[in-house]
């Protein structure tokens, strides 16, 4: 379980109890509380040197969900869907919720999880369509379950709703407190891969490549719609060798069960000006994901590699699945 250094709360979190709950556990062990205004906006912590970043990551931010409006998505789900936390404990070098929050990506959690859900399932029971609502596109709720329980309590008041479906991402492998649950085929769950030495040298503090396996194993067995993100796909040197191998260990350590029913996604990475400093800063011996000769602007400050090499990952990523995995769908390459 993650122990903050310090905990930002909002005052109205009292009315809720889950923040009721969230103050109890922390003060119990003597973790620091300081009030504040408003989560979006800590002036202490926004002040601080990028230097600060991964000591920034070790404080926990809870508050209540002010916004939430939905938007349409045409790949896994149909819309992305403000949930019960944002930013992460974790330090993915290339995080894009750094695009949006700078270096105050730390993990914020939100109290109102009632009024959420009710919103999701009152908009899925409208549609004359069954939706699917992606739940885990700001955070990581494998992740934060592990501090306030929400995605068993989530599973547990959705699964048995008339229509809809729920999806999230993870990098973590902590999936055993949702495989008993009876999530009645409502829940997909895409786990994020990528070769060992990425996920060791760039996504720091998430789980191995060989436990996300494993964790997408019990999923499958467990019953869950699962899927595989093999992203950021990131050009290193060698990056053919590396992606190779990460797809024969999938074909190698997937059980049957997994085999038969994961779809596929493949992200090529994207970067900007504002990771290439705070990365400078406070992760001066890792490797630069900047690189001038393979990416070209996109947008004010962003970069995404260029269209060729782009093509050409698409052409071997393709290639590759269609050998390892022939009976499996792509959704989709970008």
């Known amino acids: 379980m993650f122990i903050p250094q310090a905990v930002f709360f909002e005052k109205n979190i009292e ?18 509380f ?7 906006n800590i002036d202490e912590l926004r002040k601080k040197e990028n230097s600060e970043f991964k000591n920034l990551k070790r404080n926990l931010i809870i508050g209540v969900r002010k916004t939430h409006k939905y938007v349409e998505n045409h790949k896994v789900s149909d819309f992305l869907v403000p949930y019960t ?7 993915c070098l290339y995080c894009y919720l750094v695009c949006n929050f700078n270096k105050c990506s730390y993990l914020r959690l939100f109290v109102n999880r009632e009024q959420m859900l009710d919103k999701i399932i009152s908009k899925a029971s409208q549609s004359e369509r069954n939706l699917t609502f992606e739940i885990g596109s700001n955070s990581d709720l494998i992740l934060e379950n592990t501090i306030t329980n929400n995605l068993v309590w989530t599973i547990e008041n959705f699964s048995n709703t008339n229509k809809g479906m729920l999806t999230f991402p993870t990098k973590f492998d902590m999936v055993e407190p949702i495989l ?3 999530h009645n085929g409502k829940i997909i769950v895409r786990m994020s891969v990528n070769p060992q030495n990425i996920i060791k040298e760039i996504e720091v503090g998430t789980s191995s490549l060989k436990n996300r396996v494993a964790a997408i194993n019990k999923l499958a067995e467990a019953g869950y719609k699962i899927g595989i993100l093999i992203a950021p ?12 191998e990460l797809i024969k260990f999938l074909q190698d350590e997937l059980f049957q069960t997994a085999k038969s ?13 504002v990771h290439k400093m705070i990365n400078a800063d406070a992760f001066p011996e890792k490797l630069s994901l900047y690189d001038k000769d393979k990416m070209t602007m996109r947008g004010y400050g962003k970069y995404a590699y260029k269209k060729e090499l782009k093509q050409e990952g698409e052409i071997f990523f393709r290639t590759l699945l269609q050998k390892y995995f022939p009976q499996n769908n792509i959704l989709y390459i970008c």
């Open 233 to 244: 796909v990131i050009f290193v040197e060698n990056w053919k060798f590396e992606y190779e």
């Open 85 to 91: 936390s944002s930013g992460c404990t974790a330090m």
């Open 261 to 273: 029913k994961v779809f596929f996604e493949v992200i090529f990475m994207t970067y900007s000006y």
């Open 15 to 32: 009315d809720y109890e889950l923040g009721k709950n969230l103050i109890k556990k922390y003060k119990e062990k003597n973790v620091p």
């Open 180 to 182: 008993n649950l009876n």
């Open 34 to 40: 300081f009030e504040i205004e408003n989560h979006n």
